[in-house]
């Protein structure tokens, strides 16, 4: 079983910045792809992020391209979004989740991956 803990939302004002972290255990960290995903209320599950094992490949949702970066730390377990110039509609709650891959794979679907995160909770105040 692999676990998945979010921490570093908050609430923020619009121009900001948020660093989220996702620490991961149970398994070998660097045999999985990791995503970021957001739920804002009434929505569905919209892709924001994603890395591969290595960190080599990445992938952007056109809506936050050039604003958010992925990186990750495989010697810490732990995958990291950093948000910049945040916006009112950033304002959700961020998952992340897992999806044991082949190397340099990278996924956007919800549904390729399995296993998430409890979810924190970004807001951005106008």
């Known amino acids: 079983q692999v676990q998945l803990v979010e921490s570093g939302g908050g609430l923020v004002q619009a121009g900001g910045s948020l660093r989220l972290a996702c620490a991961v255990a149970g398994r070998t960290f660097s045999d999985y792809a990791m995503g970021w995903f957001r739920q804002a209320p009434g929505k569905g599950r919209e892709f924001v992020a994603t890395i591969s094992q290595s960190g080599r490949r990445t992938y952007f949702a056109d809506s936050v391209k050039g604003r958010f970066t992925i990186s990750r730390d495989n010697a810490k377990n732990t995958v990291y979004l950093q948000m910049n110039s945040l916006k009112p509609e950033d304002t959700a709650v961020y998952y992340c989740?897992?999806?044991?891959?082949?190397?340099?794979?990278?996924?956007?679907?919800?549904?390729?991956?399995?296993?998430w995160g409890q979810g924190t909770q970004v807001t951005v105040s106008s």
């Open positions: 989740a897992a999806n044991r891959s082949p190397p340099d794979a990278i996924f956007t679907s919800h549904h390729s991956y399995d296993y």
